[in-house]
């Protein structure tokens, strides 16, 4: 049993991957559960983690690096989990700020706590958007010709260079997880299958940006967990430097495609308004999770398919019964 630290505990992976720590782990959950989409959500995945013994929550903000440094000490973990981050690419257009604070400024201190404890790992996510708009599918971590489309994308790829220079500077042992388009029910209300959702059952139409042929590598929310399940198995040990994992299915569908599988699960069909591109959205996201199966046993086993329809169930019992 290891004692784990994980940020941003309310938010959409940290409460699937607190919930399936707990069950083997001594887990402290982290966030400031701000109001960048509804708080209910956030407060009501933590009243489920606050149902497991082994959890326990502190509502703070990595940004304040006293408190941080206070949690940190008093709870002693062995390893630290940073997912706490300003989420979003449309809203880094218009609030950059919330961007270098949550994203820059809290990273550091995370480096900085993990240093000052000397854990055994830190792992933190970093996401799919780095790769911008990248012609090389599908996306390897190999991938040297980072070109990131927004300022969101932007501060993932400094995350990654600071972790990198600690590594350099004090031998900190840590893993960066690129994550691409987590989906499953509890998600954030801000991603498109969500908002596809709840617009077609409130009989409201929906915004498709472009032609619909945008493609996205959705990544079943249990399929997340097990891939970070595996990694922490594998690299919570010293001596095992600064690695970056893709953590994706494999299967980009466009959102056409993705569009349709919930009109299909709904059994309703949906009224598109069509309109150009915004600024920061990409292509394609599709990851190659070549170099994560290749240590662990990782396999995306969940469809977009099987995905969006457990989704759709979710949300009509949990939300729009």
């Known amino acids: ?9 309310s938010g959409f992976i940290g409460f699937h991957l607190a919930k399936k720590l707990s069950e083997n782990h001594t887990v402290l959950g982290l966030d ?70 949550s994203n820059l400024v809290g990273h550091a201190n995370i480096l900085e706590l993990s240093r000052q404890l000397d854990v055994k790992h830190l792992f933190y996510a970093s996401s799919s958007s780095v790769y911008g708009n990248s012609k090389e599918l599908p996306y390897n971590e190999d991938l040297t010709s980072l070109n990131p489309e927004s300022f969101y994308a932007a501060t993932k790829i400094c995350c990654e260079v600071l972790t990198e220079s600690y590594k350099n500077l004090y031998a900190l042992d840590s893993t960066g997880l690129r994550f691409f388009s987590v989906y499953g029910p509890w998600g954030r209300p801000d991603m498109a299958y969500y908002i596809f959702t709840k617009k077609i059952l409130n009989k409201e139409s929906i915004d498709i940006f472009g032609n619909g042929s945008a493609s996205r590598d959705m990544t079943y929310i249990d399929d997340v967990v097990s891939g970070i399940c595996e990694l922490i198995n594998e690299r919570s040990i010293s001596g095992q430097g600064h690695e970056i994992y893709n953590i994706g299915n494999s299967q980009p569908i466009t959102l056409l495609d993705m569009l349709r599988i919930i009109e299909d699960n709904l059994k309703l069909k949906a009224e598109i308004n069509y309109s150009d591109n915004q600024i920061g959205d990409v292509d394609t996201t599709f990851a190659d999770s070549t170099k994560i199966s290749n240590l662990t046993s990782f396999q995306s086993k969940i469809s977009p398919q099987e995905g969006l329809k457990r989704f759709v169930d979710w949300y009509k019992e949990e939300v729009h019964s």
């Open 32 to 101: 400031n559960i701000n109001s960048y989409y509804d708080q209910s959500l956030k407060n009501s995945r933590t009243k489920i983690l606050n149902t497991f013994d082994n959890f326990s929550f502190v509502k703070l903000d990595i940004t304040d690096n006293e408190a941080l440094s206070r949690a940190g000490k008093e709870f002693a973990p062995d390893i630290i989990i940073h997912l706490a981050a300003q989420a979003g690419v449309r809203y880094s257009v218009t609030n950059p700020d919330a961007y270098v604070k």
């Open 1 to 9: 049993m290891m004692r784990i630290l994980i940020t941003g505990s």
